[in-house]
Every structure is written in structure tokens, then in C-alpha cells.
């Protein structure tokens, strides 16, 4: 087992958590969702383009398929401008704990869409999944009904982004991840006439605005040598830590904490999606130790 891996994929889960508590911090300050998601993509391109091409060069650019990376660039930038949406209208922590029914979607289209087998404990993961989604958005629980709509919608967008990344692994990582925000910058670009719009921001708030870049880069990068050092299937389970990043983070910038009955609610959601992940990992383990 490579501890590092581990330690390098949460740790790029909490800087990709602290992006978000800076989005959610800067559209509460009015400043529009496009244009976050837009400095943040461009300066992610921009990172990408001083530290990874010089090394990679041309490398850096080759693809097998330039249509299915333009596909999964503009999917990963309307699933970001999806969840800055959702993160006007939730706390954090119930907005990323709704963004976790994705991999229960994914599952629950692989037979469709990746021509996987159907699986019983797969639907029981989704059930689980939607209970726990529903004892968080209960009457009484006070979230933005908007909100939450958009929630599941994110979910979905990023299930589909994750069907779509799934479609490049022949690529590099690191060329799937630059094509990814250069497509997502051009792309945000060309609407740029139809949303400009930018209030007045101190210079902390424009230092806020352009680390979303920084955080933004630092966390995939991590989560790139991640699993290239450890394997998926181990690094799996740890990605529900984002959930614990997310309730320190909504606690300690925005004195926003889940109630008992929300924060069962999250539980259940992450059980559902641990389970079903402890689940595919036996079985792969089984089938190869069968094989052998």
C-alpha cells in the first residue's frame, strides 16, 4: 500500500474543498458564477501551461480523440458552474453531500452507457443514496428548494462528466486535465459579451478570486500523482473525506453546521456510496485472485 498515494488524494480533496468554500465565499459577494468558474478555469490553463508544458511539451497536446475531450471539457465546466450555483443557495457541506449521489448515477447508468452488467447491491447503493438525500432535504430542514433541485442536477451533470473522463483514459492524465480547462476557458470565453458583469472587490477578494486557479490546479494535480502511485480501488473509499473537509470548512467560514437529523442524512448518503465502492473492490480482488 503507498501511504503517500492516500495522503496526496486527501489532500487534494481538502484544497479542491477549500475552492469551493472560495466560490461560495465570492458569490455571496456578488460576484456572477460565470465569471468565477471563468478565472478559475483560465487560471488553471495558464498554471498548467508555465509548469506542465515546458516539461511535457507536445506531449502534452496528444489525443487520441479531440472530440471526446471537447465533450468532457464542456461538461466539467457546466458541472462547476452547476455546483458555484448551488453553493449560493446551500451551506457546503449539504451542497457537496448532494454532489455525491453522482457516483450512485454513474453506477446506475453503467449498465446503459459503459455496457456494464447489471448489479443488485449497485441499486441498493442508489436507494440508500436517495433516503439519505431525502432526510436532508426533509420539511423542516429549510434548504433553498432551488438549491437542492440544482443539487441533484450537479450530481447528474458529473456523473455524465465522470462517463465522459472514463471515455479519454487512453490520454495522459495531465492532457485530459489541460484540455479540460483550456476548453472550459475558451468555451466561457466566447459567452463572456453576454455576462460580464464584475462589482467592486477589494484587493483580498481579487487575491481570493485568482487563488481559485491555485486551488484548483494544486488540488487535481494531487489527485493525478495520487493514482498514479496507489491504486483506484484503494484510494476509492478516502474520497468521502471531501464530506468532513466540506462541514470544517461551512463551520469555521460560514458558522454554517448540519443539524443532527442533516448530518444523518449525509451519513447515510456516504455509507451508500462507501458500501457500494468496499463492494466492487471485493469482488475485482476476488476475480483476480481467481484468475491466477
Given at each position: 500500500m503507498n501511504k503517500s498515494g492516500i495522503l496526496l488524494h486527501v489532500a487534494g480533496l481538502w484544497t479542491l474543498s477549500t475552492l469551493d468554500a472560495s466560490a461560495k465565499w465570492l458569490v455571496l459577494?456578488?460576484?456572477?458564477?460565470?465569471?468565477?468558474?471563468?478565472?478559475?478555469?483560465?487560471?488553471?490553463?495558464l498554471l498548467m501551461t508555465a509548469v506542465v508544458l515546458p516539461s511535457q511539451g507536445r506531449a502534452l497536446l496528444k489525443t487520441r480523440s479531440l472530440s471526446r475531450q471537447l465533450v468532457r471539457g464542456l461538461l466539467m465546466v457546466l458541472s462547476t458552474v452547476l455546483?458555484?450555483?448551488?453553493?449560493?443557495?446551500?451551506?457546503?457541506?449539504?451542497?457537496?453531500?448532494?454532489?455525491?449521489?453522482?457516483?450512485?448515477?454513474?453506477?446506475?447508468m453503467a449498465?446503459?452507457?459503459?455496457?456494464?452488467?447489471?448489479?443488485?447491491?449497485?441499486?441498493?447503493?442508489?436507494?440508500?443514496?436517495?433516503t439519505g438525500v431525502l432526510i436532508v432535504v426533509r420539511p423542516g430542514a429549510q434548504l433553498d428548494p432551488v438549491g437542492v433541485a440544482l443539487?441533484?442536477?450537479?450530481?447528474?451533470?458529473?456523473?455524465?462528466?465522470?462517463?465522459?473522463?472514463?471515455?479519454?483514459?487512453h490520454d495522459h492524465p495531465l492532457t485530459t486535465n489541460y484540455y479540460g480547462g483550456l476548453f472550459g476557458s475558451v468555451?466561457?470565453?466566447?459567452?463572456?459579451?453576454w455576462f460580464w458583469s464584475m462589482p467592486a472587490l477589494s484587493a483580498a477578494q481579487w487575491l481570493l478570486l485568482l487563488s481559485t486557479g491555485l486551488t484548483g490546479f494544486l488540488g487535481h494535480l494531487m489527485q493525478i500523482v495520487a493514482y498514479s502511485r496507489t491504486q483506484a480501488t484503494l484510494l476509492a473509499p478516502f474520497s468521502y473525506f471531501q464530506i468532513a473537509a466540506a462541514v470544517t470548512l461551512g463551520g469555521?467560514?460560514?458558522?454554517?453546521?448540519?443539524?443532527?437529523?442533516?448530518?444523518?442524512?449525509?451519513?447515510?448518503?456516504?455509507?451508500a456510496g462507501l458500501a457500494v465502492v468496499l463492494w466492487e473492490s471485493r469482488t475485482m480482488i476476488r476475480r483476480l485472485i481467481e484468475r491466477q
Open positions: 459577494a456578488g460576484v456572477p458564477v460565470l465569471m468565477v468558474t471563468l478565472v478559475r478555469y483560465l487560471m488553471h490553463v455546483f458555484f450555483s448551488v453553493l449560493r443557495r446551500l451551506p457546503l457541506a449539504e451542497a457537496t453531500a448532494l454532489n455525491f449521489m453522482a457516483p450512485l448515477f454513474l453506477m446506475a449498465p446503459w452507457l459503459l455496457n456494464e452488467p447489471h448489479r443488485m447491491h449497485r441499486w441498493v447503493g442508489v436507494l440508500l443514496g436517495f443539487g441533484l442536477l450537479t450530481a447528474i451533470t458529473f456523473a455524465f462528466f465522470q462517463i465522459a473522463t472514463r471515455r479519454v483514459a468555451a466561457l470565453l466566447l459567452a463572456l459579451p469555521l467560514v460560514f458558522g454554517q453546521l448540519p443539524d443532527l437529523a442533516t448530518a444523518a442524512g449525509i451519513a447515510l448518503i456516504c455509507l
